[in-house]
């Protein structure tokens, strides 16, 4: 396989956008990546989306976009993996890439879902847990985080307020984004008094879901000449892997062994180890999430995830900055479009970008997106170079 | 890039499967195609499915089978493209193993159709069209099909009866197949005298749904060794391209553009011409697709579609044998699954497992497969050596 490296990057802001159609908001991150890539095409386009068909009445997005930016001709297709959706679709365009049967790729994640009324949402947003074990049953998304994190924090002694460093580390950090849907610092006591949502995850344990489109331009890294100012950025490392649909099915509801083999799939690509990490996007949808992910991919022992956070690490003068540019839980979760979010804030990052909340000298960068809960997991490593 | 070999094949009966669950559907031919290739583990699975969000209230499916099927870990991932979902799934399992990325993968096509009421298929069929510009106006598939059948009659001067040998033939041809939805033969009286459902389309021009699932396995063809009495097939041409979504915005809504653009490509890189192909599983969703098939493809002058037929040159013993297994037309069209049935059928051709209607010394065959009208095309020829 060739080396694939990231050319262009595009990003609409999280938000409620009632005045821009599925196509507007898809097609304002794509035209955003081929401008910042100085190109106006590409050989094919791979879209990343979840809930298109549910919310918007919409199928086959990858020739739906492709008409509407101009692409008429090339190869285009919607890859789907729940919430992990948007980073599948990078991967499918790196394979692409990288096999050698196309020069160049725009991968977008686009995701509209203010468009119906909450409930319609929490019922779309089901259909990424088992419809006959889970959802049948009568359990949401939130519900089934909810029994995870109160099992985690009987298991190995935490309290709720432990969880406080990974919500406040986002809020702080979006405020410097434009980007972001909220932009509201959070403090200790307002995490703890928050509204309950599913006993214990409150709403500040909780990302807020947003209409967003995110997107990459990939070529061949071979054929990146230096732009003057940014640093190459080359898809080093690029794993996937899965884990059983429901919770109940696995022999360890708080190890997530599909996070933990792709990132090792990823750093093995990458030739790293964590410790190389400068900076991780992880899938914090819910704050328990953010402390399994470490914990699966290395970067704190088992049931210690919430420590890193405790000691201040996680901010971006810390040993391990985590979601930088104010995570799902701030940035926003459009799901489809999450893990393309993740990656062009890696982007940002690795050209030094970033303001405020930059991560000094940052050279590897990691995003990690997840479908379900924890049942779809893939992770991009991305280096300067 | 590698060569890549299918290996095994696996089909389930495209029939209403009410006893059946979409996990079991799916599974019994992912466990058929392994079975068949004599393996009982791949490293990855590429799902083809449309409909599953609107009609099983299921997202997710790469996962989902892979959990059901016991190949947690693995790499698992959806692919949608409209009716064209299953060969997309199998261009990105081709690129995934040519790359080098994976040593095995498993690619399925699955759809259950028959769980829902038939307006709301109907209604669920329509999100491969445009919702803004083309639904939201009310047409429905069957009707964008039948003005351009109408155009396409009054251009050319056919009349309806001309394209009657294309469903009869798929009809003789489906008696022999037993996975086959519909096992009647039909008379040109019958094609005439059938309901109309859109003039000019009846019902013996058009497709039927159902609940289907066919899968194969592909691996690299250097791994491959020869079993007895069975060829070695390698998936030699794969091409997709893309027109645009709305038939009204093509420049020639009688022309396939992307069906020409994506035969091109899987001929180019097969190194093979229309004239070395010894059969043609082609997209006939309406006998009208099957006259504009033929022309985009260059097995017939623009508007000569409907002369193959006339002239008997689709039968199995033909110049041009297509359908042979029923096509979509009396096989069935269980949408996502239909390109992963064309290719199985191809494969059944080049093994010599067709009984009354096998093509006698195939050895290049064909198998296009369609998303929406002609907006997404998918092409894969596959070679015996």
């Known amino acids: 396989m060739r080396q694939v490296a990231i050319l262009g990057i595009g990003q609409t802001k999280v938000d409620e956008h009632w005045d821009k159609s599925l196509k507007e908001l898809g097609g304002e991150a794509c035209f955003a990546a081929l401008q910042d890539a100085g190109m106006n095409k590409v050989d094919a386009l791979f879209v990343g989306n979840m809930l298109s068909p549910l919310i918007s009445g919409?199928?086959?997005?990858?020739?739906?976009?492709?008409?509407?930016?101009?692409?008429?001709?090339?190869?285009?297709?919607?890859?789907?993996?729940?919430?992990?959706?948007?980073?599948?679709?990078?991967?499918?365009?790196?394979m692409a890439v990288a096999s050698g049967e196309v020069e160049s790729a725009l991968v977008v994640g686009v995701e509209k879902m203010t468009d119906k009324a909450g409930h319609d949402v929490t019922a779309a947003l089901a259909t990424a847990a088992d419809a006959d074990y889970e959802v049948e049953q009568g359990v949401?998304?939130?519900?089934?985080?909810?029994?995870v994190m109160r099992r985690y924090m009987h298991e190995y002694g935490w309290k709720h307020?432990?969880?406080?460093?990974?919500?406040?580390n986002?809020?702080?950090?979006?405020?410097?984004?434009?980007?972001?849907?909220?932009?509201?610092?959070?403090?200790?006591?307002?995490?703890?008094?928050?509204?309950?949502?599913?006993?214990?995850?409150n709403l500040l344990d909780a990302s807020?879901?947003?209409?967003?489109?995110?997107?990459?331009?990939?070529?061949?890294?071979?054929?990146?000449?230096?732009?003057?100012?940014?640093?190459?950025?080359?898809?080093?490392?690029?794993?996937a892997a899965t884990d059983t649909i429901a919770v109940h099915s696995r022999k360890d509801p708080l190890f997530l062994s599909a996070a933990h083999t792709s990132a090792k799939r990823a750093y093995d690509m990458a030739s790293v180890t964590p410790q190389d990490i400068d900076l991780f996007e992880l899938h914090d949808a819910f704050s328990i999430m953010s402390a399994l992910s470490l914990e699966a991919c290395g970067f704190a022992e088992r049931g210690q995830g919430p420590r890193l956070g405790l000691d201040n690490e996680i901010r971006p003068e810390g040993r391990l900055p985590v979601c930088t540019r104010g995570g799902l839980?701030?940035?926003?979760?459009p799901v489809g479009a999450t893990g393309m979010y993740q990656v062009v804030e890696v982007v940002q990052q690795l050209r030094g970008e970033c303001g405020q909340t930059q991560v000094d000298g940052a050279k590897i960068g990691m995003a990690q997106n997840i479908g379900g809960s924890g049942a779809t997991v893939i992770t991009h490593i991305l280096k300067t170079g």
């Open 329 to 333: 839980k701030a940035r926003g979760h």
């Open 140 to 147: 949401s998304f939130v519900g089934i985080n909810a029994l």
């Open 58 to 94: 919409q199928n086959q997005l990858g020739t739906f976009f492709s008409d509407w930016i101009g692409l008429w001709g090339h190869e285009a297709v919607k890859v789907e993996a729940a919430c992990g959706s948007g980073a599948a679709a990078l991967r499918a365009g790196f």
């Open 170 to 201: 986002a809020h702080a950090n979006a405020l410097h984004n434009p980007n972001a849907r909220l932009h509201m610092k959070i403090s200790l006591e307002q995490f703890e008094k928050s509204s309950m949502v599913a006993t214990p995850i």
């Open 161 to 168: 307020a432990d969880f406080a460093p990974f919500s406040i």
């Open 208 to 239: 807020p879901i947003g209409d967003g489109a995110a997107a990459v331009i990939i070529v061949p890294a071979e054929k990146v000449t230096s732009v003057p100012g940014r640093p190459r950025i080359v898809l080093s490392g690029s794993g």
